[in-house]
Every structure is written in structure tokens, then in C-alpha cells.
């Protein structure tokens, strides 16, 4: 039987159909309608008509047995014919046409068997579901490779060659196949699911295969036989350290979504497994369901968004979900400032407004205004200085006025007050009151601005606010539930906050939320340069290169330089202080101004209280260093023209507020930044998943309170569910996913906001050395000196230590005193420079954990209900800081698989082949999942040592790496005993001081 095809040329080598069904004729308008049907639906899914012409084959009325039913694992008679059940289930071949498209085997450029087909009048399967596309039956599944012969598609060749900038082939009598071409080239493979897709990305130069259905992407005959997932031997030809970029459909529904994810992991590893670089193509589904439809739709392939694979893992996607606002927009609006505009009656007005663009100035009218109408006015920030600077814009008392004077306290109460969120408490020195301020009938308006950092602030900050966690939360809700308006500012505002608010004040009606957006992106915007270095002495050359040329500008005509650092502790390299004195090593004639938590509270220092007068102090100084003291409610007016804002972040603190801390200089000067490629925190288990995060916790706390019920500890308490929990667990996945990705994510989000991001090339490791050497020395310099001097500073006494802890300004004098003070409270013995470099080593925790695992275990029990105790709230306790409060849990896991018995042994040698080690690991192996809840990784790929290791860091010892032996061939690695990665003699007085302590206290 010959099969027409659009180009006229008979097909080969295709299987005859049984003898017993006769073969049919198609008539010319069988065949018209079909070549139509054919044509115009790969029309509308914008194929070039040369690809359409070599590919789209059409078939009349029972054409189709000849393409479809060729297996020898069909069933059959005695006599060859088909089976009954067989003909009446692809009855359908008999009565209706359509068009398929026959497979080629790219490795050679032959025709293959396998075809995929579309009919007009398609079945409907037992699911009741229509089956769109026929594959042949008992076939193993092929990814379809388009024909592309270059007599009729030489267009597709040229787009090809123009988008991947590889050159044609040369002219020849025996030139390669398309896919032979592209298989020599360094150009990326798409992959996508559907041959009308795969024909609309060629179409657009982009070399395509589809798969027929998502997870068709692996050797069949291999996962059936020895259940072995391999890529199809068609995609390992091409899995040769090319880029991969999968581009499957943006379906809607939930649980087509989850599936999707599921195949492209597994795809995107088994490239990654050859050494590719894997891509996730994703865009709008709202705009297309396929890539085809999205692109027919006026879009194009730039408005997609190209995911690396890891960060596609990591729920890029869902993150995206958490960052937005999709809550209807009242009034949206593109301007360099908001201006004057007429608000409704709402009771949630939200502005979501750039950065610089008059929200802060709108807020302070929007306060006058209800002040006149006999309103009182609250803001509520989640820093002191934002605080005291809205309480200025706005006209109110700060709270440590109303604190320090009666008077301003009753002005306050009857007019408004601005407040930091952590004094929502009665147990406060401010002795915030929530019920009387309501009772007293007294209609009021609350202001939230930066309400995203606010709310994470509330329930994640390691400040005041986590003595009293729950009840400043529940505060908060009773403030804002009986406010007459709530008024909340962010540049990134999203569904997160505006959710909680929406549920803590019980609103159902959508008119009560008012949504101004203001998206304008203009002249505000600036230049950064991002360093993709490991270290960021690249930047701090350039630096040092930028500021010897404005050394050298008399001092009238200077520009000064901004400089933003992470860092404000002298152990730090690039710590304000120590910045500082790097610039005045190398230029002492530059006047240099420090801002960080100390100075600001210095009354002694130059610096003291200029977070609020910092307009002022700026002409003053050439250089300017700050530390996150002004990430938010500073702005540095756009008079003040600086020559550069450098930025060195140790990712320590979330994306966002890195972008907070280099907005803060209106100036739209460029911006030169380096981030480390990952972030040095984590929240929680670290997760990006919501309900793997919150579950984590649930889990924590369910082990720890079953472990506190054997210390008889009768206290009733339940963990703390509802919005404020899971407004947590959204905003640290998003946080977290940020850490993951941190200086990816910060570039994008500073590009999103208009910016232009350019990245420096990477800078010899070698050429710096020599900076490198200098760098250290002057912090090793700065932190030395800073010991020193709080060593001959004398310890204060028990009373003057509590004075000291709540004084809000402090002389350096005061300041290391209190360092003395805390020290030796939290280790019971006395201070010494030793002391303080283990504690800037992170000492306490994993010493505090030792001791309740070893000598002070008796103790163990007294000391996780009293903390326990103190976190519970009216029977409820908040999981993070719970939590993170509790040792019992993680000794019971240590007892569980034996770790202790290492303590009580006498000092040995070990190697991986110590059967104490191996047993200790294969028990451990029992407890993976209970480990990782903890942060403790264990697994079967680690060798025996590396788990080891893992195991016993939260004790802060470590198994000394001894020398090496020979076994036969083997080379052997032998370690010590375990030892502390601290001073042992100190560790030794600080363990004894604890049980000192303890027993005199139990007794």
C-alpha cells in the first residue's frame, strides 16, 4: 500500500497490514481534508511550512492500520488476523482519517517504525477520556526527532545556525543529516512534550525533540527488564555536556503540576548525570498552557524565566508564588512619586510602591489627615531607628518618651504613639496595655510600614520579641483587629503579609482591602556590578583603587563613597571598624565615618544618634561605612551625590535586605557588590517546601515533649497553629531559598527592580594574595587590640550588669563591660581573652550540649522544663523557638546509637575500619530522618568517618587526623581520640564551673 505524503514521495519500508482487513483507497477529499487539517493546526502552533511539509503525513479512513499495527506482541488468531478485541477496539481506524508524524532515528538520519498520530474522530478510553494522540501499540515509546532534509527546510537550517551562532555545513555530495549536523555542534537541546511544540521551537531556531507524554523519556526495554532508569539511547546520543533546557507544558491543574515536577526532576538528573547543564524553560500558564500556544499568544521565548535545574528542585516556582501580590489592584499607578491621591474607605489600605517613590511621605499625610478627623495614630516598626523616624515624620511621641516622662506618656495614649513591635507587652518597659488602649473607646489607625520585615521580625527575631513571643502576637492581633484603619507600606509587598492581616482582623468583604500599586521603574534606577569571586577581595582592590584617586581630589571637590558591610564585630575581616582602619592604613587624610549597632550608641562617638541625622552628618566625611543599622527607615536624600555604594554581604542576613541596605542611598551612583554564591543561614530544616518545613517542626515538637513528659513535666501545652504559623513557614521558605541561591537571587531581585546587573569577571585567586595577607593582618590587628582593652576593663557587678543590659546608649567603656558581664554569666568563670576568641567561635552551644550529654546529664531534666515552661503562652507554645530550646531530644538520639561510649573510653587510635565507629554509623543510619530534623546529616553514601564527623559536631569535637598506613594496597587514614575544636583547658573549667553551679543550685 503506498501512503501519500505531503511532498509527494511514496513511503518505504512500512509494514503491510493483515491479509484479513482489506486496504482502503483514500479518496481525494478524504485526503484534502486531512492535508488541510494537518496543515492548519500546525499553522496555528506557528510552524514553518517547510517542517509542516516534511513532517506532517495525512491519512484517510483505515490508513492508520498500516502505520499504528505493526508489533509482533499484538494479539492475533492462528491465522494471523488480528483478534476481535483488538479490531473493536481500534475501530475507529476504519472511520475516521487525520495525520501523524513518522519518527527518524537521529543517530543515523533513517526512517524509523515508530509514528505518533492524531485522528480526526479519536477513541474514547476506558477512563472515559479522549485519546487525543495514537501510538503503536505493545511498542516501546521513542522520542520523536523531526525530519529537517535541507532541500526543504534549508530556512530552519539558517534559523538554527543564526540563534546557536554555529556555522552550516560546507556544500558537499554527501552532506550530514540535520541531527548529525546538530550533534557536532555545541548548541543546546530543548526538549518538550508534543511534536507541534517541537515544530514551532525549531521554527524559532531551536533545536527540539519531544517526548511523547512526560515521563517517555527513558529506555523502556531497560526499566522493564533490571528496573534501571537510563536516558533513551536517542537522548544519551545528544547527553554529551550540552545544555538541556526542558520545556514541558504549564498546566493548571494541581496534580498535572505535581507530575510535571516529578518527570523533570527525574529527566533533568539523568542529564545532570552525564555532565549536562540542565534548564528548566517555565512561564506564565495563564498566557499558554504549551510553549506553542504561549508564543501564538504574542509572546516570546525572551518573557520565559530559565530555571537551573538545582533551583528549579528547590521550588523556584512555588517562591515565586510566596514574593507576589495577587490580591485585586484598587488604583495602579506608573509615577516617580505617588503624590496626592484620593483613597477609599477601606479598612486594609496597602500601598506597594518602589523604593524612593513617596510611600513613606503619602503615610505621613495619610497620618495628619486622620489626626484631624480626632483619630489617634500608632506605627508599629520592627527597628528601633524606623521607629523614632516615623514618630518624628508623623508628629507622635517615641515610646522611651512616653517611658522617661509621664506627661508625653498621657499625650501619647490619647493622641498616638510610634513603637517598636517588641514592646507590645505588658511584660516591657514601655508596659504596653492592649486591652485598656481598646477599652478606652478611642478610634485609632495603625501604620505598618515595612510591614514584610515587620511580620518576620514578629515571628522569627531573636530580640525582646522572643522573650514574649506569643503574647506580643496575640497583642498585635487585638491592635490591628479593632483598628478603624490599618495602614501598610512594602516595596515588596505580598499575598504573605496581606493574608495575615486580612485574617487576624476577620475580614470577608474584598472591597475592606484597598491595593495602590505604583509600578513605575525609571530614574531612580542604577548600575551594579556584581563579583562572582569566592572572596571579595576584588572589590575591596577596586576600592582601595577608587578611593587613592579621591585622596587625591582636593577635599572640596570630593564625592564621597558609601560602604555597606554585613559585618560589625572586630573578628570580622570586613567589619566596619575594621574597614575603617584598612582605609586609614592606606589613606589617613580620609575623613571616614563608622555606623554600626555601637557607635550609633555611643555618646562619645562621632557617629552617635546619626542614623537620624545622617543627611546632616554625610558632607562631613569621605567615606562613609554601615553596618544593617540603617537596612531600613533611613533615607540617605538624593542631594548627597556619592561617587560609588560598594556592598560586602557574608549572607548572613536575607536577600531582601540586602536590597533594602543599597536603597538606602537615593543617589542612583553605581553600585559595586559582592555576595557569596550561598547564604551562611538557614531556617528551620532549611527547606523550601512549606509542608516539609512545618511538619519538621510538628515532629520536633511532638519528640521534645514526649521526652519532657519523662521528666514529668505536667505543664499543658500545644503548639501554636493558624495564619501566624504559616505565615512563618512561607516567609522562611522564601528566605531559605534565597540563602540557597543568595548572590543569583539578590541580582535578580535588584533586576526585577529596574536595575542593570553586570558581572565582573572572576579575578585571579593568585594576584591578591598579597591584599589577602594585608586584609588579615589588619583585622588580626583590630581584634587583638579590642581583647586587650576589654581585658583591663573591669567586670561590672550582678546589679550594674542588669543596669548595662537595658541601657539603650553605651560608652565603649560600657560596651566591653558588658561583653565581661555576659560572659561570665553565661560560662561561670571569670573573662579572659581566651574566653572571648572561643566564644566568637560559637563555643556555648555545642559546649552547653556536651555537658548535658556527659557530666551534667542529671542536671538535663530540671533545666528543659524550667526553659520549656518559660515558652509557654496561655497553653500554647510557638514551635521555632520552642524548638530550638530543648536538649532532651537530641541526647536521647545521641544515647540511641551510642555516641557516648566514645567519652568514657581511654584514649585510642580509630580508622574507618574500627568496628565501634562502623556500628556507632549503622545505628545512627536507624535514626536518619529523626538526625536531619535536627540538621544532622548521616547517610549510606558518606564513608564511615565523614558520618562520624557529622555526628559528633553539634558536641564540638572532632576525631584528629593522626598519619597514614599501608594495608596491601589500601592507604589507610588513622585518627585520635576525640577532641574539642576549642581551648581544652578552658573547656575543662567552663564544664566544671556549669556543674558546680548546677549541684549548688539542686542542692
Same mark, same amino acid.
Given at each position: 500500500?503506498?501512503?501519500?505524503?505531503?511532498?509527494?514521495?511514496?513511503?518505504?519500508?512500512?509494514?503491510?497490514?493483515?491479509?484479513?482487513?482489506?486496504?482502503?483507497?483514500?479518496?481525494?477529499?478524504?485526503?484534502?481534508?486531512?492535508?488541510?487539517?494537518?496543515?492548519?493546526?500546525?499553522?496555528?502552533?506557528?510552524?514553518?511550512?517547510?517542517?509542516?511539509?516534511?513532517?506532517?503525513?495525512?491519512?484517510?479512513?483505515?490508513?492508520?492500520?498500516?502505520?499504528?499495527?505493526?508489533?509482533?506482541?499484538?494479539?492475533?488468531?492462528?491465522?494471523?488476523?488480528?483478534?476481535?478485541?483488538?479490531?473493536?477496539?481500534?475501530?475507529?481506524?476504519?472511520?475516521?482519517?487525520?495525520?501523524?508524524?513518522?519518527?527518524?532515528?537521529?543517530?543515523?538520519?533513517?526512517?524509523?517504525?515508530?509514528?505518533?498520530?492524531?485522528?480526526?474522530?479519536?477513541?474514547?478510553?476506558?477512563?472515559?477520556?479522549?485519546?487525543?494522540?495514537?501510538?503503536?501499540?505493545?511498542?516501546?515509546?521513542?522520542?520523536?526527532?523531526?525530519?529537517?532534509?535541507?532541500?526543504?527546510?534549508?530556512?530552519?537550517?539558517?534559523?538554527?545556525?543564526?540563534?546557536?551562532?554555529?556555522?552550516?555545513?560546507?556544500?558537499?555530495?554527501?552532506?550530514?543529516?540535520?541531527?548529525?549536523?546538530?550533534?557536532?555542534?555545541?548548541?543546546?537541546?530543548?526538549?518538550?512534550?508534543?511534536?507541534?511544540?517541537?515544530?514551532?521551537?525549531?521554527?524559532?531556531?531551536?533545536?527540539?525533540?519531544?517526548?511523547?507524554?512526560?515521563?517517555?523519556?527513558?529506555?523502556?526495554?531497560?526499566?522493564?527488564?533490571?528496573?534501571?532508569?537510563?536516558?533513551?539511547?536517542?537522548?544519551?546520543?545528544?547527553?554529551?555536556?550540552?545544555?538541556?533546557?526542558?520545556?514541558?507544558?504549564?498546566?493548571?491543574?494541581?496534580?498535572?503540576?505535581?507530575?510535571?515536577?516529578?518527570?523533570?526532576?527525574?529527566?533533568?538528573?539523568?542529564?545532570?548525570?552525564?555532565?549536562?547543564?540542565?534548564?528548566?524553560?517555565?512561564?506564565?500558564?495563564?498566557?499558554?498552557?504549551?510553549?506553542?500556544?504561549?508564543?501564538?499568544?504574542?509572546?516570546?521565548?525572551?518573557?520565559?524565566?530559565?530555571?537551573?535545574?538545582?533551583?528549579?528542585?528547590?521550588?523556584?516556582?512555588?517562591?515565586?508564588?510566596?514574593?507576589?501580590?495577587?490580591?485585586?489592584?484598587?488604583?495602579?499607578?506608573?509615577?516617580?512619586?505617588?503624590?496626592?491621591?484620593?483613597?477609599?474607605?477601606?479598612?486594609?489600605?496597602?500601598?506597594?510602591?518602589?523604593?524612593?517613590?513617596?510611600?513613606?511621605?503619602?503615610?505621613?499625610?495619610?497620618?495628619?489627615?486622620?489626626?484631624?478627623?480626632?483619630?489617634?495614630?500608632?506605627?508599629?516598626?520592627?527597628?528601633?531607628?524606623?521607629?523614632?523616624?516615623?514618630?518624628?515624620?508623623?508628629?507622635?511621641?517615641?515610646?522611651?518618651?512616653?517611658?522617661?516622662?509621664?506627661?508625653?506618656?498621657?499625650?501619647?495614649?490619647?493622641?498616638?504613639?510610634?513603637?517598636?513591635?517588641?514592646?507590645? @507587652?505588658? $511584660?516591657?518597659? /514601655?508596659? #504596653?496595655?492592649?486591652? =485598656?488602649?481598646?477599652? &478606652?473607646?478611642?478610634?485609632? %489607625?495603625?501604620?505598618?510600614?515595612?510591614?514584610?520585615?515587620?511580620?518576620?521580625?514578629?515571628?522569627?527575631?531573636?530580640?525582646?520579641?522572643?522573650?514574649?513571643?506569643?503574647?506580643?502576637?496575640?497583642?498585635?492581633?487585638?491592635?490591628?483587629?479593632?483598628?478603624?484603619?490599618?495602614?501598610?507600606?512594602?516595596?515588596?509587598?505580598?499575598?504573605?503579609?496581606?493574608?495575615?492581616?486580612?485574617?487576624?482582623?476577620?475580614?470577608?468583604?474584598?472591597?475592606?482591602?484597598?491595593?495602590?500599586?505604583?509600578?513605575?521603574?525609571?530614574?531612580?534606577?542604577?548600575?551594579?556590578?556584581?563579583?562572582?569571586?569566592?572572596?571579595?577581595?576584588?572589590?575591596?582592590?577596586?576600592?582601595?583603587?577608587?578611593?587613592?584617586?579621591?585622596?587625591?581630589?582636593?577635599?572640596? @571637590?570630593? $564625592?564621597?563613597? /558609601?560602604? #555597606?558591610?554585613?559585618? =560589625?564585630?572586630?573578628? &570580622?575581616?570586613?567589619?566596619? %571598624?575594621?574597614?575603617?582602619?584598612?582605609?586609614?592604613?592606606?589613606?589617613?587624610?580620609?575623613?571616614?565615618?563608622?555606623?554600626?549597632?555601637?557607635?550609633?550608641?555611643?555618646?562619645?562617638?562621632?557617629?552617635?544618634?546619626?542614623?537620624?541625622?545622617?543627611?546632616?552628618?554625610?558632607?562631613?566625611?569621605?567615606?562613609?561605612?554601615?553596618?544593617?543599622?540603617?537596612?531600613?527607615?533611613?533615607?540617605?536624600?538624593?542631594?548627597?551625590?556619592?561617587?560609588?555604594?560598594?556592598?560586602?554581604?557574608?549572607?548572613?542576613?536575607?536577600?531582601?535586605?540586602?536590597?533594602?541596605?543599597?536603597?538606602?542611598?537615593?543617589?542612583?551612583?553605581?553600585?559595586?557588590?559582592?555576595?557569596?554564591?550561598?547564604?551562611?543561614?538557614?531556617?528551620?530544616?532549611?527547606?523550601?517546601?512549606? $509542608?516539609?518545613?512545618?511538619?519538621?517542626?510538628?515532629?520536633?515538637?511532638?519528640?521534645?515533649?514526649?521526652?519532657?513528659?519523662?521528666?514529668?513535666?505536667?505543664?499543658?501545652?500545644?503548639?501554636?497553629?493558624?495564619?501566624?504559623?504559616?505565615?512563618?513557614?512561607?516567609?522562611?521558605?522564601?528566605?531559605?531559598?534565597?540563602?540557597?541561591?543568595?548572590?543569583?537571587?539578590?541580582?535578580?531581585?535588584?533586576?526585577?527592580?529596574?536595575?542593570?546587573?553586570?558581572?565582573?569577571?572572576?579575578?585571579?585567586?593568585?594576584?591578591?594574595?598579597?591584599?589577602?595577607?594585608?586584609?588579615?593582618?589588619?583585622?588580626?590587628?583590630?581584634?587583638?587590640?579590642?581583647?586587650?582593652?576589654?581585658?583591663?576593663?573591669?567586670?561590672?557587678?550582678?546589679?550594674?550588669?542588669?543596669?548595662?543590659?537595658?541601657?539603650?546608649?553605651?560608652?565603649?567603656?560600657?560596651?566591653?563591660?558588658?561583653?565581661?558581664?555576659?560572659?561570665?554569666?553565661?560560662?561561670?568563670?571569670?573573662?579572659?581573652?581566651?574566653?572571648?576568641?572561643?566564644?566568637?567561635?560559637?563555643?556555648?552551644?555545642?559546649?552547653?550540649?556536651?555537658?548535658?550529654?556527659?557530666?551534667?546529664?542529671?542536671?538535663?531534666?530540671?533545666?528543659?522544663?524550667?526553659?520549656?515552661?518559660?515558652?509557654?503562652?496561655?497553653?500554647?507554645?510557638?514551635?521555632?523557638?520552642?524548638?530550638?530550646?530543648?536538649?532532651?531530644?537530641?541526647?536521647?538520639?545521641?544515647?540511641?546509637?551510642?555516641?557516648?561510649?566514645?567519652?568514657?573510653?581511654?584514649?585510642?587510635?580509630?580508622?574507618?575500619?574500627?568496628?565501634?565507629?562502623?556500628?556507632?554509623?549503622?545505628?545512627?543510619?536507624?535514626?536518619?530522618?529523626?538526625?536531619?530534623?535536627?540538621?544532622?546529616?548521616?547517610?549510606?553514601?558518606?564513608?564511615?568517618?565523614?558520618?562520624?564527623?557529622?555526628?559528633?559536631?553539634?558536641?564540638?569535637?572532632?576525631?584528629?587526623?593522626?598519619?597514614?598506613?599501608?594495608?596491601?594496597?589500601?592507604?589507610?587514614?588513622?585518627?585520635?581520640?576525640?577532641?574539642?575544636?576549642?581551648?581544652?583547658?578552658?573547656?575543662?573549667?567552663?564544664?566544671?564551673?556549669?556543674?558546680?553551679?548546677?549541684?549548688?543550685?539542686?542542692?
Amino acid at each position: 500500500m503506498i501512503n501519500p505524503t505531503l511532498n509527494g514521495q511514496e513511503q518505504a519500508s512500512v509494514p503491510k497490514f493483515p491479509a484479513a482487513i482489506n486496504s482502503r483507497t483514500t479518496t481525494n477529499t478524504d485526503l484534502h481534508q486531512n492535508i488541510n487539517s494537518g496543515y492548519s493546526e500546525w499553522s496555528k502552533s506557528l510552524v514553518k511550512p517547510s517542517l509542516i511539509q516534511a513532517n506532517v503525513i495525512p491519512f484517510g479512513p483505515g490508513e492508520a492500520w498500516d502505520w499504528l499495527i505493526y508489533s509482533d506482541l499484538i494479539p492475533r488468531r492462528n491465522t494471523g488476523v488480528l483478534t476481535y478485541g483488538v479490531l473493536k477496539q481500534y475501530d475507529h481506524f476504519e472511520k475516521s482519517g487525520g495525520w501523524l508524524v513518522q519518527n527518524i532515528n537521529p543517530v543515523t538520519g533513517e526512517d524509523s517504525l515508530y509514528n505518533r498520530a492524531k485522528f480526526d474522530h479519536p477513541r474514547v478510553g476506558s477512563d472515559g477520556k479522549v485519546i487525543k494522540y495514537e501510538s503503536p501499540p505493545k511498542t516501546p515509546t521513542d522520542p520523536i526527532f523531526l525530519k529537517v532534509p535541507h532541500e526543504i527546510c534549508h530556512d530552519v537550517w539558517s534559523d538554527v545556525a543564526n540563534v546557536n551562532n554555529i556555522p552550516l555545513p560546507p556544500s558537499s555530495e554527501d552532506p550530514p543529516h540535520f541531527w548529525e549536523w546538530f550533534k557536532n555542534s555545541s548548541a543546546p537541546l530543548w526538549i518538550t512534550e508534543g511534536e507541534k511544540k517541537a515544530g514551532c521551537l525549531l521554527s524559532k531556531g531551536r533545536v527540539t525533540t519531544s517526548v511523547p507524554g512526560i515521563n517517555n523519556y527513558h529506555d523502556v526495554k531497560l526499566k522493564q527488564e533490571k528496573n534501571i532508569l537510563k536516558l533513551h539511547p536517542y537522548l544519551e546520543h545528544f547527553a554529551d555536556g550540552r545544555d538541556i533546557i526542558i520545556t514541558f507544558d504549564r498546566d493548571e491543574k494541581p496534580k498535572t503540576r505535581v507530575a510535571v515536577r516529578k518527570a523533570i526532576k527525574k529527566l533533568g538528573k539523568l542529564f545532570k548525570d552525564k555532565g549536562c547543564n540542565v534548564k528548566i524553560c517555565i512561564w506564565d500558564g495563564k498566557k499558554g498552557k504549551g510553549i506553542d500556544d504561549f508564543l501564538a499568544n504574542g509572546n516570546t521565548l525572551s518573557d520565559c524565566q530559565y530555571l537551573t535545574f538545582e533551583r528549579y528542585c528547590a521550588g523556584a516556582e512555588r517562591i515565586e508564588k510566596y514574593k507576589g501580590a495577587s490580591h485585586p489592584v484598587g488604583e495602579k499607578i506608573n509615577s516617580r512619586y505617588i503624590g496626592n491621591v484620593s483613597l477609599p474607605d477601606a479598612r486594609i489600605i496597602a500601598l506597594k510602591a518602589p523604593k524612593g517613590t513617596g510611600k513613606t511621605t503619602l503615610m505621613a499625610q495619610l497620618s495628619q489627615q486622620f489626626k484631624d478627623e480626632g483619630k489617634a495614630v500608632i506605627t508599629v516598626s520592627h527597628r528601633r531607628n524606623l521607629a523614632q523616624h516615623q514618630s518624628n515624620l508623623f508628629g507622635l511621641r517615641y515610646r522611651d518618651e512616653m517611658v522617661a516622662n509621664s506627661d508625653h506618656r498621657k499625650e501619647g495614649f490619647l493622641f498616638g504613639f510610634g513603637v517598636v513591635i517588641d514592646s507590645l @507587652s505588658l $511584660k516591657s518597659k /514601655f508596659k #504596653f496595655d492592649v486591652d =485598656r488602649w481598646i477599652d &478606652s473607646g478611642q478610634p485609632y %489607625v495603625v501604620f505598618l510600614d515595612e510591614i514584610e520585615q515587620l511580620l518576620w521580625h514578629l515571628l522569627d527575631s531573636n530580640t525582646e520579641v522572643k522573650n514574649n513571643r506569643l503574647e506580643i502576637e496575640e497583642n498585635f492581633r487585638k491592635l490591628l483587629s479593632h483598628a478603624y484603619r490599618v495602614v501598610i507600606g512594602d516595596a515588596d509587598l505580598s499575598d504573605l503579609s496581606l493574608d495575615y492581616l486580612i485574617n487576624v482582623m476577620g475580614i470577608e468583604d474584598k472591597k475592606e482591602v484597598f491595593l495602590l500599586e505604583n509600578t513605575y521603574k525609571g530614574e531612580n534606577n542604577y548600575t551594579a556590578y556584581m563579583y562572582q569571586d569566592n572572596t571579595p577581595e576584588a572589590l575591596i582592590a577596586d576600592l582601595i583603587d577608587d578611593l587613592g584617586e579621591l585622596a587625591n581630589t582636593p577635599p572640596e @571637590s570630593r $564625592k564621597p563613597h /558609601f560602604i #555597606f558591610t554585613h559585618a =560589625r564585630e572586630h573578628k &570580622s575581616l570586613y567589619s566596619a %571598624v575594621n574597614l575603617k582602619r584598612l582605609i586609614n592604613k592606606y589613606y589617613s587624610s580620609l575623613k571616614v565615618l563608622v555606623l554600626d549597632a555601637n557607635t550609633v550608641v555611643d555618646p562619645n562617638n562621632e557617629a552617635f544618634g546619626g542614623v537620624l541625622e545622617l543627611n546632616n552628618l554625610i558632607p562631613k566625611y569621605d567615606v562613609i561605612i554601615a553596618s544593617p543599622v540603617i537596612e531600613t527607615g533611613v533615607s540617605i536624600d538624593k542631594e548627597h551625590q556619592f561617587s560609588c555604594v560598594w556592598a560586602i554581604g557574608q549572607g548572613v542576613i536575607p536577600t531582601d535586605s540586602v536590597r533594602q541596605t543599597l536603597s538606602r542611598v537615593r543617589d542612583n551612583c553605581d553600585r559595586r557588590v559582592w555576595l557569596p554564591k550561598r547564604g551562611l543561614n538557614k531556617i528551620g530544616n532549611g527547606a523550601t517546601n512549606v $509542608k516539609s518545613l512545618l511538619e519538621t517542626e510538628g515532629q520536633k515538637f511532638q519528640a521534645h515533649t514526649t521526652i519532657l513528659r519523662r521528666f514529668d513535666w505536667d505543664e499543658e501545652a500545644d503548639a501554636s497553629t493558624g495564619i501566624a504559623l504559616d505565615t512563618w513557614g512561607k516567609m522562611a521558605c522564601r528566605i531559605n531559598y534565597g540563602y540557597m541561591f543568595y548572590r543569583d537571587v539578590a541580582a535578580e531581585e535588584l533586576e526585577a527592580e529596574g536595575n542593570t546587573i553586570i558581572w565582573n569577571e572572576k579575578t585571579d585567586y593568585k594576584a591578591l594574595r598579597n591584599l589577602r595577607k594585608r586584609v588579615s593582618k589588619n583585622r588580626d590587628d583590630s581584634y587583638n587590640s579590642e581583647l586587650d582593652k576589654t581585658e583591663q576593663t573591669p567586670s561590672p557587678t550582678s546589679e550594674e550588669l542588669k543596669v548595662l543590659e537595658t541601657k539603650l546608649t553605651k560608652t565603649e567603656t560600657e560596651r566591653r563591660q558588658l561583653k565581661r558581664g555576659k560572659l561570665e554569666k553565661k560560662y561561670k568563670v571569670p573573662f579572659s581573652a581566651s574566653l572571648a576568641v572561643e566564644d566568637d567561635k560559637n563555643l556555648h552551644p555545642k559546649l552547653r550540649f556536651y555537658y548535658y550529654l556527659t557530666i551534667g546529664r542529671k542536671h538535663l531534666p530540671e533545666r528543659d522544663k524550667k526553659v520549656a515552661s518559660s515558652q509557654v503562652y496561655k497553653g500554647k507554645a510557638w514551635l521555632p523557638d520552642f524548638n530550638k530550646s530543648q536538649f532532651g531530644f537530641l541526647v536521647h538520639i545521641f544515647d540511641k546509637f551510642g555516641a557516648t561510649k566514645i567519652f568514657s573510653m581511654e584514649e585510642q587510635e580509630f580508622s574507618m575500619d574500627s568496628e565501634i565507629l562502623k556500628a556507632i554509623v549503622e545505628e545512627a543510619l536507624k535514626y536518619e530522618r529523626d538526625l536531619k530534623k535536627l540538621n544532622i546529616t548521616v547517610s549510606r553514601e558518606l564513608s564511615v568517618m565523614q558520618n562520624i564527623n557529622n555526628l559528633f559536631k553539634p558536641t564540638g569535637m572532632y576525631f584528629p587526623f593522626l598519619r597514614k598506613i599501608r594495608d596491601g594496597e589500601r592507604r589507610i587514614r588513622i585518627y585520635g581520640s576525640p577532641r574539642f575544636r576549642f581551648d581544652h583547658q578552658i573547656c575543662e573549667e567552663i564544664l566544671k564551673a556549669w556543674l558546680a553551679a548546677d549541684e549548688s543550685r539542686s542542692s
